[in-house]
């Protein structure tokens, strides 16, 4: 007797947004406008954050009163996790990018997801890993190379290069005082490179900052 085949299942890719959507208790919506503050650093640390939409800038300010970038998040991010480790102050000032959709999930309810929803708790993993990652490669950027490679690598990852296929990208209107920040240069370093870029052809403005994948070379070169 000839047997079927049997038909494989496929399986859904999670959503984030259609999961949170469905969350009804601890749970806040925010509407936040371009360089609206959402918390400062030293903020009671009592909630974690998911961007639905829109950008978020992380800002920290030394004793000293030095402020420097320490990331601008995306759409799928999630940011103020250090409360879920134990620390009851905010490490860094939160501020909207542009306008931004966000979801505010409070400190008990992440933790009962975390625990009750395994597959929302992998998506959680695997994002602090990457981000663990980028951290990591951020502080060996900072450590070992030139400012040059530096603007190179931060205007690179922000086009998202590599990712999905993409090769080159537009890369929204930020200004060369938050590079020089993100890069820890000053905004006339960071003037002087992206204009020696343009020049050679490794990037273009039309509409925002086009980076084309010939900028990599900066970074390989030694």
Do not use: W
């Amino acid at each position: 007797m000839e047997r079927k085949p049997v038909a494989s299942k496929r399986t859904t890719p999670f959503n984030p947004q259609t999961f949170l959507a469905k969350v009804r208790l601890g749970k806040t919506l925010l509407q936040a406008r371009k360089h609206q503050l959402i918390f400062s650093q030293g903020d009671a640390a009592d909630a974690v954050f998911y961007i639905q939409a829109g950008q978020v800038k992380l800002t920290v300010v030394s004793q000293q009163g030095k402020e420097a970038v320490v990331a601008i998040l995306e759409r799928g991010s999630f940011f103020g996790e250090s409360c879920l480790a134990g620390h009851l102050s905010r490490l860094a000032t939160a501020t909207a990018f542009g306008d931004t959709t966000l979801v505010r999930l409070d400190k008990n309810v992440m933790i009962r997801l975390l625990h009750d929803q395994p597959t929302f708790a992998e998506l959680f993993m695997t994002y602090l890993l990457a981000h663990n990652i980028r951290i990591q490669e951020d502080l060996v950027d900072q450590l070992f190379n030139s400012s040059e490679k530096r603007l190179a690598r931060v205007l690179l990852l922000m086009a998202h290069f590599g990712k999905e296929g993409k090769s080159e990208a537009i890369i929204p209107k930020i200004s060369q005082e938050v590079l020089a920040e993100m890069v820890g240069t000053t905004r006339s370093r960071v003037s002087f490179f992206m204009n020696k870029f343009r020049k050679l052809g490794f990037l273009e403005y039309n509409g925002g900052v086009h980076v084309h994948s010939s900028l990599l070379s900066i970074v390989l070169h030694d």
